[in-house]
């Protein structure tokens, strides 16, 4: 599981970064020039309610939107002006997505939906059923490779959903609500296994609403109004 090796930069730096909308006739910001670092094999939360930035930062910082001003990093690169193409092959080698709607493709059993991650990004047909034999090990998931997400509870859809977007060892991990459709002790295992991948050097950046992410952080700072609030670091590592 563990990430590609780390460069002397942080896994991901924000810079001044804004986002806004047209809300008719004004401007709204989802985002208003935040700035944050990352350190590889961090794991970050990223709290606060609905409508206050999460989502919308998570997706800038993955090159998935692009910010109205200010510039993205990943591993010292400046990703804001890539081209398509380039943002396409960034987030299929480096980046991993996990999303509260688990998004497994409901024809495929656990074992095809991790398989198929490393198929598009050209693994051998060996490393494909090494890794996907590894992964489903690593989330308990062994006794369950041959089920479709239908015949999995929500906890087990979740897992594959971790094991899948850990498939490529990423050096990043996007995950916004990973435990929003979960109960509190199935939150629990998601959030234990990130914290694992953490530990094996993946950086992980994370939107939740889970009180229970503050047992597994390292870092938790909130979001409100497009902004980091400015006492909102609400637990780091430090102060364990």
């Known amino acids: 599981m563990?990430?590609?090796?780390?460069?002397?930069?942080?896994?991901?730096?924000?810079?001044g970064v804004s986002r806004h909308f047209d809300g008719g006739g004004h401007t709204v910001y989802a985002v208003r020039d935040v700035s944050l670092t990352v350190p590889p094999g961090e794991l970050l939360a990223i709290v606060g309610r609905s409508g206050s930035g999460k989502t919308t930062l998570l997706n800038l910082i993955a090159g998935l939107d692009r910010p109205d001003d200010g510039s993205v990093?990943?591993?010292?690169?400046?990703?804001t002006s890539a081209?398509?193409?380039?943002?396409?092959?960034?987030?299929?080698?480096?980046?991993?997505?996990?999303?509260?709607?688990?998004?497994?493709l409901p024809l495929l059993s656990a074992a095809e939906n991790i398989a198929l991650a490393l198929r598009i990004a050209g693994a051998s047909s060996r490393d494909e059923g090494q890794r996907t034999r590894e992964l489903l090990e690593m989330v308990g998931l062994s006794a369950r490779a041959g089920h479709r997400p239908y015949e999995l509870s929500g906890g087990e859809q979740q897992r594959v959903a971790v094991a899948r977007a850990l498939a490529n060892r990423p050096r990043l991990?996007?995950?916004?609500?990973?435990?929003?459709e979960l109960d509190t002790v199935t939150g629990a295992q998601i959030f234990g296994l990130l914290q694992a991948a953490?530990?094996?050097?993946?950086?992980?950046?994370?939107?939740?609403?889970?009180?229970?992410?503050?047992?597994y952080a390292h870092r938790v700072v909130e979001m409100s109004d497009?902004?980091?609030?400015?006492?909102?670091?609400?637990?780091?590592?430090?102060?364990?």
């Open 73 to 79: 990093y990943l591993d010292g690169r400046e990703i």
């Open 226 to 240: 497009g902004q980091f609030v400015e006492s909102g670091e609400v637990r780091s590592a430090l102060g364990r």
């Open 2 to 15: 563990t990430a590609q090796p780390s460069t002397t930069h942080p896994t991901v730096e924000v810079r």
């Open 83 to 104: 081209s398509e193409a380039e943002l396409t092959a960034l987030r299929r080698s480096h980046i991993g997505f996990v999303f509260q709607s688990f998004g497994l």
């Open 173 to 180: 991990l996007i995950a916004d609500e990973p435990t929003g």
């Open 198 to 215: 953490a530990a094996e050097g993946v950086t992980i950046v994370m939107a939740t609403h889970d009180p229970l992410i503050v047992d």
